[in-house]
C-alpha cells in the first residue's frame, strides 16, 4: 500500500474529508488556544464553588490542575531520561522476539482508499 | 442434565463442534451464540455453592455463586462475545477454538469454589492462550509463546504446591478468604499469593504481559487483554481482601509502567504497559479490603476489560490495515479512519476517567477508598497515576496513530465486523459512564457513592485538561521524546540477556578447564607412551635380540668380575 502517487482526497471516506480542516496549521493553533482558554476557566473555576473533599491538599485552589500538569511534565522529563539507560536497537533480541520481524502478510488486508 | 448448567461446560462444547462446521461466516457466527448463552446462564444461576465433587477424597466445588464470581463471569462473558465479533473475519481454526476454550477456563475459574477446581482452569487458560501466540507463526511468536507458557504454567505449579500445603494446615482445599492465614506467614497460603501474583503481573513478576501481548495475531492480542490478568485480580478479591502489602504492590504497579509507555514505540505494547498500571488500581483497591474499595475493583475491572479491548481493537485494526503497530511509522491516519480513530478516542477516554466514560465511574471508587482510609501517599500515587496513564494511552495512541506528522499511508477504514465490535465496545464504554447504576447493581456491595458531583468533575477535569496542557507543551517546545525505532529494556533482560550470558560465561570457564585437564591428560598420557615404546616398543632397548657375541662378553665381563671380587676377599 502506502504512499501511492496519486494521492486523492475525494477517496477519503466523508468524515476523513471533513476532518481535514486539522491539517492547517492555523486550525491546530486555534484548537490549542481553545484548550489554554479551557485551562484557565477551570482554573479559575476553583474560586466559585464549594469544594467538598477530605485533605487540607485538596482545598488548595487549583491543586489537581497544577499537580496534573507537573507531575505529567516531571513523568515525560524522567522517561526520557530513562531512555538514555534502556533504549536498544530493534533487533536486539533477535530472533527470539517478533519486534524486528514483519506481521505476516496473510493474515493483514492492507487496502489504500486509492486502490 | 446438570443442574445449574455450568458456563465453562458450554465453551467445551463450543469449542468441541465448532470444527464440525464449515469454515466461513456461518462458523463465525455460531461461534457468537456460546458466549451469549454463557452470559445467560450466569445471569439465572442461583447463588450458593451447586455440583459438590469427591475427586481422590478431596471435597471439590464445581460452581460458587455469588455477586462477585456472577460480575466476572458476565464481564468475561461478554468480553468473549465482542472478542469473537472482532475476530469474525479470522478463518483459523486454531484460534477460535482457542479463545472458546481460554474465555471457557477464564469462567470456569471465577467460578470454582476450591483450589483443585481453580488449578484446573487456572492452567487451561495458559495452555488455552498459548496458541493465539503461536498462531501468528513466525520464530519470534514461537519463542514468545514458549517464555510466555512457561511463566504460566510455572504460576500453576506454584498455586498446587500452595493448595498442598495449604490442605495440610486446614484440612480442606476451600477457595476462600486466606489472609489471615498469610498474615500469619502460611507457607501455602504464601505460594497462592506468589501464583496469583505471576498472573497478576505484580511488579518484577510483570514483564510476561508486556512480552506477550504484542506478539499475539491482531484479534488474538484483544482476546488476551480481557481474561489471564482480570482473573488474576478476581482470585486475589477473593483470596486476599485486605491484605495491606498489596496497597504497596499495586501503588508500585500503577506508577513504573507509565514510564514505559511514554517512550516505548510499539503501541500495543504501550497498550500492555498501561494494562499493567490499570490493574494496580484495581489489586490497590483489594489491598485496602473495604467494600467501597472492593466495589472499586469489581467496578474498575468491568469497565477495564471494555476500554482495554477497545483500545487494543482500535490499534489492531491499524494494524490489519497498514502492517504495522508503530508509533514511529503511523500518523495522520484521522482521514482514511475516521470512525477507528473516534472508537480510540472514545477508549482513550474511557482509560483517562473522563466524566461521562467508564473509567470515571470505577476509578474514583478506588481513589476515594483510599482517601477514606487515609493512604494520602498512596492516593498522591494513583492521582499521578491517572494523570499518567491519560498521558500516554489517552494522548500517546490517539494522537502518534491518527494524527502528529502524516505517515503517507492511505489505508482505508476496518472492515465491517471490527468496526461493530468496537462501536458496540464504545457504546458500552459511554453507557456505562454516563449511567453507572447498573453496574453498580452488579457489584458484589451496596454501593452508596454518587461519582457526579460538581467536585469530583471540575477536580477531574482540571487533572486530565492540565496534564493534555503539559502535552501540548512539551510537544510544542520539542522537549517531548519522539516515538523511535527501539525496544526498552525491562525485567525480562534478565532472564533473556543477562541470565543466558551468566550461563555461557560459566560454561566458558568450566568448559574450558575441562579442555585444560583433558589437554593436559591426554598430551601426558601421550608421552609417557611415546617413552615406553621408545623403550619397550619393536625397536625399542629392551626388545633388541641381542648377538651371541654380545652374551659371550658379558658372560667374560661378569666372570671377570667374580674373580676380581674373590681375589680381593
Given at each position: 500500500m502506502a504512499k501511492t502517487p496519486k494521492d486523492d482526497p475525494a477517496n477519503y471516506p466523508a468524515l476523513g474529508r471533513w476532518l481535514m480542516f486539522l491539517d492547517k496549521k492555523k486550525n491546530v493553533d486555534r484548537i490549542v488556544y481553545g484548550l489554554y482558554a479551557l485551562c484557565t476557566a477551570l482554573f479559575l473555576a476553583d474560586f466559585f464553588y464549594y469544594k467538598k473533599v477530605y485533605m487540607d491538599l485538596e482545598k488548595f485552589p487549583g491543586f489537581y490542575a497544577l499537580y496534573g500538569f507537573f507531575m505529567c511534565a516531571a513523568l515525560v522529563v524522567c522517561a526520557k531520561l530513562m531512555r538514555r539507560f534502556l533504549m536498544r536497537p530493534e533487533d536486539y533480541y533477535a530472533p527470539y522476539d517478533v519486534e524486528a520481524e514483519e506481521y505476516p502478510e496473510e493474515d493483514l488486508d492492507r487496502e489504500s482508499v486509492n486502490d | 442434565m446438570i443442574d445449574p448448567f455450568p458456563p465453562f461446560l458450554i465453551f467445551l462444547i463450543g469449542a468441541a463442534i465448532l470444527p464440525l462446521i464449515p469454515q466461513g461466516n456461518l462458523r463465525a457466527a455460531v461461534s457468537l451464540i456460546f458466549p451469549v448463552i454463557s452470559a445467560w446462564l450466569i445471569w439465572t444461576m442461583p447463588e450458593g455453592l451447586h455440583l459438590p465433587v469427591t475427586f481422590v477424597g478431596l471435597d471439590l466445588t464445581v460452581l460458587r455463586v455469588d455477586k462477585l464470581s456472577t460480575i466476572f463471569g458476565l464481564i468475561f462473558s461478554l468480553a468473549a462475545f465482542l472478542s469473537l465479533l472482532y475476530a469474525w473475519?479470522?478463518?483459523d481454526t486454531v484460534q477460535q477454538i482457542s479463545a472458546l476454550l481460554y474465555a471457557g477456563s477464564a469462567i470456569g475459574a471465577v467460578f470454582a469454589g476450591d483450589l483443585i477446581t481453580l488449578f484446573f482452569f487456572w492452567e487451561g487458560t495458559a495452555i488455552a492462550s498459548v496458541f493465539l501466540i503461536w498462531a501468528r507463526r513466525t520464530e519470534g511468536a514461537y519463542h514468545t509463546g514458549m517464555r510466555y507458557l512457561i511463566i504460566q504454567i510455572a504460576s500453576g505449579v506454584i498455586l498446587i504446591a500452595g493448595a498442598a500445603l495449604y490442605f495440610r494446615t486446614t484440612g480442606n482445599v476451600e477457595f476462600t478468604n486466606m489472609s489471615d492465614l498469610f498474615a500469619a506467614g502460611d507457607i501455602g497460603t504464601i505460594l497462592i499469593f506468589f501464583a496469583f501474583g505471576i498472573k497478576c503481573a505484580f511488579p518484577l513478576l510483570h514483564n510476561w504481559l508486556q512480552d506477550s501481548y504484542p506478539a499475539a495475531t491482531i484479534t488474538g492480542t484483544v482476546i488476551l487483554s480481557s481474561f489471564t490478568t482480570k482473573l488474576a485480580v478476581y482470585s486475589l478479591a477473593r483470596g486476599f481482601p485486605g491484605t495491606e502489602i498489596l496497597i504497596y504492590i499495586g501503588a508500585v504497579m500503577t506508577l513504573f509502567p507509565i514510564f514505559y509507555a511514554v517512550i516505548e514505540n510499539d503501541l500495543r505494547r504501550v497498550l500492555a504497559y498501561s494494562l499493567n498500571n490499570q490493574l494496580g488500581f484495581m489489586v490497590v483497591g483489594v489491598g485496602i479490603g473495604t467494600e467501597l474499595a472492593l466495589n472499586g475493583t469489581a467496578a474498575h475491572a468491568f469497565a477495564h476489560i471494555l476500554y482495554k479491548s477497545l483500545l487494543f481493537m482500535s490499534v489492531g485494526a491499524v494494524l490489519f490495515r497498514t502492517g504495522t503497530a508503530k508509533g514511529s511509522e503511523l500518523g495522520g491516519l484521522y482521514k482514511t479512519m475516521p470512525l477507528t480513530m473516534i472508537f480510540c478516542v472514545i477508549g482513550a477516554a474511557s482509560i483517562s476517567a473522563f466524566?461521562?466514560?467508564?473509567g470515571f465511574i470505577s476509578k474514583s471508587l478506588i481513589l476515594s477508598a483510599a482517601a477514606h482510609d487515609h493512604y494520602y501517599v498512596i492516593w498522591a500515587i494513583l492521582l499521578f497515576a491517572s494523570a499518567g496513564v491519560f498521558h500516554h494511552s489517552g494522548i500517546k495512541i490517539p494522537y502518534f496513530v491518527f494524527f502528529a506528522h502524516d505517515s503517507g499511508l492511505r489505508p482505508k477504514e476496518a472492515p465491517w465486523n471490527m468496526l461493530l465490535a468496537m462501536g458496540l465496545t464504545s457504546f458500552l464504554c459511554i453507557a456505562v459512564g454516563a449511567y453507572p447504576e447498573p453496574l453498580y447493581n452488579l457489584l458484589p456491595y451496596e454501593v452508596d457513592y454518587v461519582p457526579y458531583t460538581t467536585t469530583h468533575v471540575i477536580t477531574q477535569l482540571q487533572l486530565l485538561f492540565f496534564s493534555a496542557l503539559a502535552f501540548t507543551v512539551l510537544m510544542r517546545t520539542g522537549i517531548y521524546p519522539p516515538e523511535l525505532k527501539s525496544i526498552n529494556i525491562d525485567t525480562d533482560w534478565i532472564y533473556r540477556k543477562a541470565g543466558p550470558k551468566v550461563i555461557y560465561w560459566f560454561t566458558w570457564v568450566i568448559g574450558s578447564f575441562y579442555n585444560w585437564i583433558t589437554t593436559l591428560m591426554s598430551k601426558t598420557t601421550e608421552r609417557t607412551i611415546k617413552r615406553l615404546y621408545r623403550s619397550h616398543g619393536p625397536e625399542g632397548q629392551m626388545a633388541r635380540s641381542w648377538p651371541t657375541g654380545a652374551m659371550v662378553l658379558s658372560i667374560a665381563v661378569l666372570l671377570g668380575a667374580s674373580l676380581l671380587v674373590s681375589f680381593l676377599v
Amino acid at each position: 500500500m502506502a504512499k501511492t502517487p496519486k494521492d486523492d482526497p475525494a477517496n477519503y471516506p466523508a468524515l476523513g474529508r471533513w476532518l481535514m480542516f486539522l491539517d492547517k496549521k492555523k486550525n491546530v493553533d486555534r484548537i490549542v488556544y481553545g484548550l489554554y482558554a479551557l485551562c484557565t476557566a477551570l482554573f479559575l473555576a476553583d474560586f466559585f464553588y464549594y469544594k467538598k473533599v477530605y485533605m487540607d491538599l485538596e482545598k488548595f485552589p487549583g491543586f489537581y490542575a497544577l499537580y496534573g500538569f507537573f507531575m505529567c511534565a516531571a513523568l515525560v522529563v524522567c522517561a526520557k531520561l530513562m531512555r538514555r539507560f534502556l533504549m536498544r536497537p530493534e533487533d536486539y533480541y533477535a530472533p527470539y522476539d517478533v519486534e524486528a520481524e514483519e506481521y505476516p502478510e496473510e493474515d493483514l488486508d492492507r487496502e489504500s482508499v486509492n486502490d | 442434565m446438570i443442574d445449574p448448567f455450568p458456563p465453562f461446560l458450554i465453551f467445551l462444547i463450543g469449542a468441541a463442534i465448532l470444527p464440525l462446521i464449515p469454515q466461513g461466516n456461518l462458523r463465525a457466527a455460531v461461534s457468537l451464540i456460546f458466549p451469549v448463552i454463557s452470559a445467560w446462564l450466569i445471569w439465572t444461576m442461583p447463588e450458593g455453592l451447586h455440583l459438590p465433587v469427591t475427586f481422590v477424597g478431596l471435597d471439590l466445588t464445581v460452581l460458587r455463586v455469588d455477586k462477585l464470581s456472577t460480575i466476572f463471569g458476565l464481564i468475561f462473558s461478554l468480553a468473549a462475545f465482542l472478542s469473537l465479533l472482532y475476530a469474525w473475519h479470522v478463518r483459523d481454526t486454531v484460534q477460535q477454538i482457542s479463545a472458546l476454550l481460554y474465555a471457557g477456563s477464564a469462567i470456569g475459574a471465577v467460578f470454582a469454589g476450591d483450589l483443585i477446581t481453580l488449578f484446573f482452569f487456572w492452567e487451561g487458560t495458559a495452555i488455552a492462550s498459548v496458541f493465539l501466540i503461536w498462531a501468528r507463526r513466525t520464530e519470534g511468536a514461537y519463542h514468545t509463546g514458549m517464555r510466555y507458557l512457561i511463566i504460566q504454567i510455572a504460576s500453576g505449579v506454584i498455586l498446587i504446591a500452595g493448595a498442598a500445603l495449604y490442605f495440610r494446615t486446614t484440612g480442606n482445599v476451600e477457595f476462600t478468604n486466606m489472609s489471615d492465614l498469610f498474615a500469619a506467614g502460611d507457607i501455602g497460603t504464601i505460594l497462592i499469593f506468589f501464583a496469583f501474583g505471576i498472573k497478576c503481573a505484580f511488579p518484577l513478576l510483570h514483564n510476561w504481559l508486556q512480552d506477550s501481548y504484542p506478539a499475539a495475531t491482531i484479534t488474538g492480542t484483544v482476546i488476551l487483554s480481557s481474561f489471564t490478568t482480570k482473573l488474576a485480580v478476581y482470585s486475589l478479591a477473593r483470596g486476599f481482601p485486605g491484605t495491606e502489602i498489596l496497597i504497596y504492590i499495586g501503588a508500585v504497579m500503577t506508577l513504573f509502567p507509565i514510564f514505559y509507555a511514554v517512550i516505548e514505540n510499539d503501541l500495543r505494547r504501550v497498550l500492555a504497559y498501561s494494562l499493567n498500571n490499570q490493574l494496580g488500581f484495581m489489586v490497590v483497591g483489594v489491598g485496602i479490603g473495604t467494600e467501597l474499595a472492593l466495589n472499586g475493583t469489581a467496578a474498575h475491572a468491568f469497565a477495564h476489560i471494555l476500554y482495554k479491548s477497545l483500545l487494543f481493537m482500535s490499534v489492531g485494526a491499524v494494524l490489519f490495515r497498514t502492517g504495522t503497530a508503530k508509533g514511529s511509522e503511523l500518523g495522520g491516519l484521522y482521514k482514511t479512519m475516521p470512525l477507528t480513530m473516534i472508537f480510540c478516542v472514545i477508549g482513550a477516554a474511557s482509560i483517562s476517567a473522563f466524566p461521562l466514560f467508564s473509567g470515571f465511574i470505577s476509578k474514583s471508587l478506588i481513589l476515594s477508598a483510599a482517601a477514606h482510609d487515609h493512604y494520602y501517599v498512596i492516593w498522591a500515587i494513583l492521582l499521578f497515576a491517572s494523570a499518567g496513564v491519560f498521558h500516554h494511552s489517552g494522548i500517546k495512541i490517539p494522537y502518534f496513530v491518527f494524527f502528529a506528522h502524516d505517515s503517507g499511508l492511505r489505508p482505508k477504514e476496518a472492515p465491517w465486523n471490527m468496526l461493530l465490535a468496537m462501536g458496540l465496545t464504545s457504546f458500552l464504554c459511554i453507557a456505562v459512564g454516563a449511567y453507572p447504576e447498573p453496574l453498580y447493581n452488579l457489584l458484589p456491595y451496596e454501593v452508596d457513592y454518587v461519582p457526579y458531583t460538581t467536585t469530583h468533575v471540575i477536580t477531574q477535569l482540571q487533572l486530565l485538561f492540565f496534564s493534555a496542557l503539559a502535552f501540548t507543551v512539551l510537544m510544542r517546545t520539542g522537549i517531548y521524546p519522539p516515538e523511535l525505532k527501539s525496544i526498552n529494556i525491562d525485567t525480562d533482560w534478565i532472564y533473556r540477556k543477562a541470565g543466558p550470558k551468566v550461563i555461557y560465561w560459566f560454561t566458558w570457564v568450566i568448559g574450558s578447564f575441562y579442555n585444560w585437564i583433558t589437554t593436559l591428560m591426554s598430551k601426558t598420557t601421550e608421552r609417557t607412551i611415546k617413552r615406553l615404546y621408545r623403550s619397550h616398543g619393536p625397536e625399542g632397548q629392551m626388545a633388541r635380540s641381542w648377538p651371541t657375541g654380545a652374551m659371550v662378553l658379558s658372560i667374560a665381563v661378569l666372570l671377570g668380575a667374580s674373580l676380581l671380587v674373590s681375589f680381593l676377599v
